[in-house]
């Protein structure tokens, strides 16, 4: 059989995005240098499409990239080394040096990445960043998404996420930021920080803020990936797995959560045969680790438990709302957001009756941050609408549709907002 260059051209794209977050990872660790560990292993990839089209794709293509990307990085400290001295006072003393740097490069690429991996992760999320560099670094060197691919997820120009990545490498090469996994209260407080991001892309995913679909499942397939990676590099972080957890069975609705014709489909109206039962195994077994490793209290974990509820329930009006309302109240002890109380209103209103929903809703009205946000409403008009409160429920459903961007999101509100004008 007759393999084109186009196909070859596909497989090499395809073996590098599986194989970059690697390549990076082990030459971050030796040039220090973030920017400069992706251009190499950019490089890499260009001698790949050059050649293998005529060579074929090698038995191990991971490691044949790993071996052009250190021979690129040779090369440049052997330039640089040269620029630095004239050829003339070049003696046997800086040879002999020379020497010796390149065989400790060639020995430290050599070694097992495995750690590396996980301190790019730790990099790509570091607290000097904001949170939306931090989202756009980790989907470029961790994840592997072009920056067209990260701007049309997040429907912004591209430029903007060129800048952000740019930016975002700067800074962490100008503050001269260690190549090591940090401890203690650090490894704390920078495990937060890459957590919150994988957690982000994956909502993003899973419900889209704008835009004109209303979930973008590449993202989600994405941050799961993430976080299956994580794990198995730190498989003793109880919320870690209980991250896992929640993203593994909120996966297991994405076929059930679009109509036919792309329209959005809530959690009580979902087929439940549409979810995907592997998956919430995976979350469930997940979940297990997680308790069993002392983390039952964490944030991600008390969600994953929510989550857990829902997916053991074979029929909608079989779930657990008391327990989910405990757990939120749990949740809102542990977190104390905005968002969680909303949550916990929702629950409450399902377990306990919409009046009492709306007791714990109300008040988030006068959260500055809630302002402009779209589910406040939204919930308080569900809430109206079943205490009989129409003319309450449309204004509200109405108000919520007006502030998202998401256009399948604005549609069903305003279909809630008609069906409760057509009740009066």
């Not at 308790?291 to 857990?308: D, F, I």
């Not at 309302?325 to 399902?350: T, W």
């Amino acid at each position: 059989m007759v393999v084109t260059a186009t196909a070859v051209h596909r497989t090499i794209e395809a073996v590098f995005r599986i194989e970059q977050a690697r390549l990076i990872a082990g030459l971050t660790r030796i040039v220090r240098d973030v920017g400069q560990a992706e251009e190499l292993a950019q490089d890499a990839l260009v001698v790949a499409l050059e050649r293998w089209p005529d060579s074929g794709v090698p038995d191990n293509p991971g490691a044949w990239l790993m071996q052009a990307a250190k021979r690129r990085a040779i090369d440049r400290l052997r330039r640089g080394r040269m620029l630095e001295r004239k050829h003339e006072q070049l003696g046997r003393e800086l040879e002999a040096a020379q020497g010796r740097a390149v065989a400790e490069l060639e020995a430290a690429l050599d070694d097992d990445v495995g750690d590396d991996l996980l301190r790019l992760v730790f990099i790509a999320c570091h607290p000097l960043l904001s949170t939306d560099a931090r989202v756009a670094l980790t989907l470029r060197l961790v994840g592997g998404l072009t920056t067209e691919e990260i701007a049309r997820a997040y429907l912004v120009p591209e430029t903007t996420i060129a800048q952000r990545i740019v930016r975002a490498k700067r800074t962490l090469s100008e503050a001269a930021v260690p190549f090591e996994l940090p401890r203690g209260a650090d490894r704390a407080e920078r495990l937060a920080s890459v957590l919150e991001v994988i957690y982000l892309v994956f909502n993003e995913g899973y419900a889209a803020t704008a835009g004109e679909d209303w979930m973008r499942p590449a993202l989600c397939e994405e941050a799961l990936r993430l976080g299956r990676i994580l794990a198995r590099l730190m498989p003793n972080e109880p919320e870690v797995h209980g991250l896992v957890a929640l993203l593994e069975i909120q996966s297991s609705r994405v076929a059930a959560r679009v109509g036919p014709r792309g329209e959005p489909v809530l959690l009580l109206d979902q087929d439940r045969r549409r979810w995907d039962t592997l998956l919430i195994r995976r979350g469930l077994a997940a979940l297990e680790t997680a308790e069993r490793l002392g983390g039952a209290r964490g944030s991600y974990t008390l969600q994953a438990k929510v989550a857990s509820c829902h997916a053991r329930a074979r029929r909608a009006e079989d779930t657990d709302w008391s327990r989910i309302a405990r757990l939120y109240d749990e949740l809102a002890s542990i977190v104390g957001s905005p968002v969680v109380e909303l949550n916990r209103g929702v629950a409450h209103g399902m377990a306990f009756g919409p009046a009492a929903g709306l007791a714990i809703v109300e008040p988030l009205a006068a959260v500055p941050s809630f302002k402009a946000y779209h589910l406040l409403p939204s919930v308080r008009g569900d809430l109206l609408a079943k205490l009989g409160r129409r003319d309450e429920a449309r204004s509200d459903f109405e108000r919520a549709a007006s502030l998202t961007r998401n256009a399948r999101e604005r549609m069903l509100l305003l279909e809630r907002a008609a069906a409760c004008a057509r009740q009066d």
